[in-house]
């Protein structure tokens, strides 16, 4: 798998953004999923700069995909500060707009737009997969 790779700053969330449109426009999915494959990685992308690396321009963000008959897999990797996404209170949506916590909002959502999230973490790098079932 090859990955592209992107400077850590909000100013590469737009090409990433392009990149992933164009893949998974390529791997046949419509206008709908991609937006929700391509929204559920910018809140990846943005959540590595703020709480991976602390800040912009710190570190990179590569990004692979494998497109397969049934499945669509996105790759994101950074070398930044691991994190238990058990750790991240699922929100709680029946709460008044006001009365909820930021916290959790965007990992809730990756969850409900992709059919599968996986997180695995080493000594020098995180890596997400995140899946999109074809057909579906």
């Not at 999915?29 to 709480?51: G, K, L, P, Q, R």
């Not at 991976?52 to 497109?67: F, K, L």
Request: hydrophobic share 35%.
């Amino acid at each position: 798998m090859d990955f592209r790779v992107f400077p850590g700053n909000y100013k590469s969330l737009k090409f990433i953004s392009n990149y992933i449109k164009t893949v998974a426009k390529e791997a046949g999915f419509d206008e709908f999923t991609i937006y929700t494959i391509e929204t559920a990685v910018d809140e990846a992308c943005s959540n590595i700069i703020e709480h991976a690396y602390g800040g912009e321009d710190i570190g990179d963000i590569e990004i692979g995909y494998t497109d397969e008959p049934k499945q669509f897999t996105i790759i994101i990797k950074d070398h930044g500060h691991p994190f238990d996404p058990s750790s991240i209170p699922i929100p709680n949506l029946s709460s008044k707009l006001a009365e909820r916590k930021a916290n959790g909002l965007g990992l809730y959502m990756m969850h409900q737009w992709m059919d599968e999230i996986n997180f695995q973490f080493s000594e020098n790098s995180n890596i997400l997969s995140m899946v999109k079932y074809k057909g579906n």
